[in-house]
């Protein structure tokens, strides 16, 4: 089961499109309703400052401690944040610190 500040696997499904998806890990950033959590993309794509939707990306710190094979950021931006079934995550990879977490909370709140 998917816990708050896990990192998973999941499937992710293409905006607009129900059949076609990527398995990408995610950042679980609610966990509190039954059958669905709430994620956040994460990308090991760096942040371009000069485009507005890269202004959203949160550096993970952690990211070689907790098991990610590159340097990653997770995306804050209303769009890639969604409510999705448990029934589509997979499994976890580790989990961020609480600071990070705080950080990415408090991107993805003041929007």
Known sequence: MAKFA?????KVYYKGNDEKFKLKPVLVIDDS???LCTIAEVTSEEPDKNKYFETFKI???EWQSIGLDKKSWVKCH??????IPTSRIANCIG????KTMMNVLSKVTTQ
């Open 6 to 10: 896990e990192l998973h696997i999941a």
């Open 95 to 98: 989990s961020i610190t609480s």
């Open 78 to 83: 209303p769009e890639n944040v969604r409510r």
């Open 59 to 61: 550096e993970i710190p």
């Open 33 to 35: 309703e039954e059958g």
